[in-house]
Structure formats: structure tokens, C-alpha cells
């Protein structure tokens, strides 16, 4: 069965550090992967998807992830945390066939000025 | 709309009742799921549609839940006899058709609470 797992519930920087949120997945296929943010009382908003195009992935908002076959990981980074990049995040998987995401527990940002 | 927009935003009702959760889809949209996503924790896949059909709906965690499309536009997620457990943020999302690269676009969700 495909599972996602986030390392850290929360992740603190300073505004103009380097921002990295790990994810790593399980999967008997090469999956589909997507990094999502959500702010508060709004809906999950995509930053990046790997579709096996390439492995380094470029999305919104600065943010990029790197796709790590022998590591089986999706980590998503960011040069430069701004204050407005704190938010929750989450990684999420999806299969070949299957319709639905698996997502995460999901990692909270802090950006401290 | 420009984007998925559910209704009640939020929702507080009592142990026992029943209540419905409307999601309004992308306007073309093929595809609609329904997650729940409980403090904490990351969303978590009840079921899905595409057109009017639900192609699967193996999330859905027992015969109290149930979902419909009629008309292959707006859906109705339905919790009968509510219990507290089932108190989460519900989330809507649709895509312009299935496919496991296509993405899905998410709406606000409605939080529910059972009392």
C-alpha cells in the first residue's frame, strides 16, 4: 500500500533561511507526487507535482523538491523562508490507477523575523 | 465559480442527527472527491465521482456515509445518525478528469462539529 511520511509536525527558521520539509514515501510503483500548502481557512493549494518528467521539480512561490528514487524521498526546499510562506504543508502520493491521494500528516512552517 | 466552494462553511449539529455537506465543483470539472481531514492529521480519502458515477467509495468508513452526483455537477456528502467522532473538516476537491497526474483543485471545506 502507498503511505507518505512527514519527519517533523513542525519546522522553525528565520525569515531568509533555508526552508527544507522532508517526505518520504512507500510505494511499489514509481508514484505520483505532490507537495500541497494550505493557509488558514483556505483550501489545500498544489506547489509542485513530480510526474516522472523530471526529478527536480520547480513549483510556486519558490519552492522546488528533488525526487530521490533510492531514497524513496520528495523533499521540498526553499532558498529563502519569507514570513508569508508559513503555513501547513503536505506531501502527497498517488498511484498509477488509483484516483485517490494519500496524504501526509502534514508539517507546519514557522518563519520567525 | 472561479473555484470549489462548499457549503455550510461550518456546521454544528447534535449526536443523532443527520446533516449534508454540498460541494459545488470547478464548472467542467469531471472528476469530485470527498476527503476528511481530522486535527492534526493530514486529509484522508472517503470517495469519489466521476461524472455522475462513483467509481469508488472504499473510504467511506461505514453505511452511515454515503455521497451522490445526479447530475454530474454538485455532490452531497450525507452523514446519518452523527456521532462525535465524525466531527473533522470535510474537503471537496475536483479535477478536470481522472488521471493520477491531474491536479486535483481543493475548496475551503466545511468543519463539522458533533455535539
Known amino acids: 500500500a502507498q503511505s507518505v511520511t512527514q519527519l517533523g509536525s513542525h519546522v522553525s527558521v528565520s525569515e531568509g533561511a533555508l526552508v527544507l520539509l522532508r517526505c518520504n514515501y512507500s510505494s511499489s510503483v514509481p508514484p505520483y507526487l505532490f507537495w500541497y500548502v494550505q493557509y488558514p481557512n483556505q483550501g489545500l493549494q498544489l506547489l509542485l507535482k513530480y510526474t516522472s518528467a523530471a526529478t527536480l521539480v520547480k513549483g510556486i512561490n519558490g519552492f522546488e523538491a528533488e525526487f530521490k528514487k533510492s531514497e524513496t524521498s520528495f523533499h521540498l526546499t526553499k532558498p529563502s523562508a519569507h514570513m508569508s510562506d508559513a503555513a501547513e504543508y503536505f506531501c502527497?502520493?498517488?498511484?498509477?490507477?488509483?484516483?485517490?491521494?494519500?496524504f501526509g500528516t502534514g508539517t507546519r512552517l514557522l518563519v520567525s523575523p | 465559480g472561479a473555484g470549489v466552494s462548499q457549503s455550510p462553511r461550518y456546521k454544528v449539529t447534535k449526536r443523532g442527527q443527520d446533516v449534508a455537506l454540498r460541494c459545488d465543483p470547478i464548472s467542467g470539472h469531471v472528476s469530485l472527491y470527498w476527503y476528511r481531514q481530522a486535527l492534526g492529521q493530514g486529509p484522508e480519502f472517503l470517495t469519489y465521482f466521476n461524472y455522475e458515477a462513483q467509481q469508488d467509495k472504499s473510504g467511506l468508513p461505514n453505511d452511515r456515509f454515503s455521497a451522490e452526483r445526479p447530475e454530474g455537477s454538485i455532490s452531497t456528502l450525507t452523514i446519518q445518525r452523527t456521532e462525535q467522532r465524525d466531527s473533522a473538516m470535510y474537503r471537496c476537491?475536483?479535477?478536470?478528469?481522472?488521471?493520477?497526474?491531474?491536479?486535483?483543485?481543493f475548496g475551503p471545506g466545511t468543519r463539522l462539529t458533533v455535539l
Open positions: 502527497a502520493v498517488r498511484n498509477t490507477g488509483f484516483q485517490k491521494l494519500v
Open positions: 476537491a475536483s479535477s478536470e478528469e481522472a488521471g493520477a497526474y491531474n491536479e486535483q483543485f
